[in-house]
T-cell receptor, first 115, second 111 residues
Framework: EAQVTQNPRYLITVTGKKLTVTCSQN?????MSWYRQDPGLGLRQIYY???????DKGDVPEGYKVSRKEKRNFPLILESPSPNQTSLYFC??????????????FGPGTRLTVL | QKEVEQNSGPLSVPEGAIASLNCTYS??????FFWYRQYSGKSPELIMS????GDKEDGRFTAQLNKASQYVSLLIRDSQPSDSATYLC???????????FGTGTRLKVLA
């Protein structure tokens, strides 16, 4: 089954404790991205990656890191989480291709609470 | 700051009616436009993509794009209670692979 998976689905942590949220896709998509969703603010893009070893900032990259060492995986790293990073996080992937079709498929989400 | 604007709603329509959802965007050079449906607590699900001016139909859904006026709309015909959800408009900004999402319109279809 074609899918985007995220782990963990739920996480409660404390301020300053480094954490990683994993994202994996099995559709051989070049493009992967991370979003956070907050009430009243909608989905905001954190980072995206066009392909292996190619990453770029979205609109809200502060406090986050990413890496793209393999095509299928795109982990989100919070080196020193703070309470304002409490949010619902989504990973997404899409093909890029010359056709211009780049519909994104989303993972199930990770609900993060930073105390 | 590039923006995508949607009316937050809720938009209430009776079962069987046409629901009309609208979205405006600020980046005139945008080329790719998407509508997603999101049920409470779930991930966004792609409904429609549209890349050129005009209408695009898929089953009960029709997306309309007017680049000159910088708006994109979604029509849902024969609305069903199961269509009750939040609908997100998304735009890929010109010259990049960055995406901007609207805050969504909550649709309620009344049985």
């Amino acid at each position: 089954e074609a899918q985007v998976t995220q782990n963990p689905r739920y996480l409660i942590t404390v301020t300053g404790k480094k954490l990683t949220v994993t994202c994996s896709q099995n559709m051989n998509h070049e493009y992967m991205s991370w979003y956070r969703q907050d009430p009243g603010l909608g989905l905001r893009q954190i980072y995206y990656s066009m392909n292996v070893e190619v990453t770029d900032k979205g609109d809200v990259p502060e406090g986050y890191k990413v890496s793209r060492k393999e095509k299928r995986n795109f982990p989100l790293i919070l080196e020193s989480p703070s309470p304002n990073q409490t949010s619902l996080y989504f990973c997404a992937s899409s093909p890029t291709g010359t056709s211009g079709r780049n519909e994104q498929f989303f993972g199930p989400g990770t609900r993060l609470t930073v105390l | 700051q590039k923006e995508v604007e949607q009316n937050s709603g809720p938009l209430s329509v009776p079962e069987g009616a046409i629901a009309s959802l609208n979205c405006t965007y600020s980046d005139r050079g945008s080329q790719s436009f998407f509508w997603y449906r999101q049920y409470s607590g779930k991930s966004p699900e792609l409904i429609m993509s549209i890349y050129s001016n005009g209408d695009k139909e898929d089953g009960r859904f029709t997306a309309q794009l007017n680049k000159a006026s910088q708006y994109v709309s979604l029509l849902i015909r024969d609305s069903q209670p199961s269509d009750s959800a939040t609908y997100l408009c998304a735009v890929r900004t010109s010259g990049t692979y960055k995406y901007i999402f609207g805050t969504g319109t909550r649709l309620k279809v009344l049985a």
